[in-house]
């Protein structure tokens, strides 16, 4: 039982160590904006309809502009549930239900965690971070 617990706890470390790496990458910035705060309502705005400013992705609270691929992220596309809101539970757990498109992480797993970072990764190797760290706040808070 002792062996059993000292292999489990090793997998916990290696998890806890892969996990701090994947949290140093992708957070580069792409551009040169200054850090801002964006409220939900303002980022709701950017879901890339007709007289929407952008069509914006947000992650871990980073915002990406999707605009490149409008196809998929605009309005009729198979990931418009993502545009102009941060659904990063949505990216650890694939429930794209409106209870699942949200940006609360306190109940994730560490392996969910590392599956928000790969997508993290992802995003910003294709994407141009607009907002480097943001904080959605809800109005009236």
Known sequence: MR?????AALAVGALCVGA??????G??????????VLSAAELRRHRGAPGDPGLYVAL?????????????????????????RDATRAFATGDFTPSGLVDDVSAL???EMLAVHGWL?????????????????????
């Not at 062996?3 to 292999?7: M, S, T």
């Not at 871990?60 to 009729?76: A, I, K, M, S």
């Not at 995003?123 to 943001?134: H, P, Q």
Request: aromatic share 12%; glycine share 14%.
């Open 121 to 141: 990764a992802f995003y910003s190797a294709k994407y141009a971070c607009v907002v480097l760290k943001i904080t959605v706040f809800t109005e009236g808070m």
């Open 20 to 25: 701090a790496w994947l949290l140093g990458r």
């Open 27 to 36: 957070f580069e910035s792409r551009s040169r904006l200054r850090p801002r």
């Open 60 to 84: 871990l609270g980073r915002v990406f502009d999707v605009q490149r691929g409008r196809t998929h992220y605009g309005p009729g596309g198979a990931y418009s549930g993502l545009a102009g």
């Open 109 to 111: 797993s560490a392996a």
């Open 3 to 7: 062996r059993g617990a000292a292999a």
